[in-house]
């Protein structure tokens, strides 16, 4: 488990993630289990953002 800033560079934006949680495959591969971003008296749904920083997650981890 751990928290971090996201970089997007087409964006040219960042995006805060409060918990990025992952977990192992059975063939020593890494999956993302779990994706959080809360925001202080914000509604939050699932959102673009959230789809956009997996993505962004998925591409890093195959480079």
């Known amino acids: ?3 971090g800033t996201i970089n997007d ?3 040219k934006c960042s995006y805060e993630v409060d918990i990025v949680v ?3 495959r059975g063939n020593s591969r890494q ?3 779990a994706l959080v971003e809360a925001k202080w008296n914000d509604i939050m749904g699932m ?3 959230l789809l956009r920083i997996r993505t ?3 591409a890093r981890r195959r480079n």
């Open 47 to 49: 959102g673009q953002r």
């Open 22 to 24: 992952r977990g192992e």
């Open 1 to 3: 488990m751990a928290s």
């Open 9 to 11: 560079p087409a964006a």
């Open 31 to 33: 999956a993302l289990l």
């Open 56 to 58: 962004l997650l998925t």
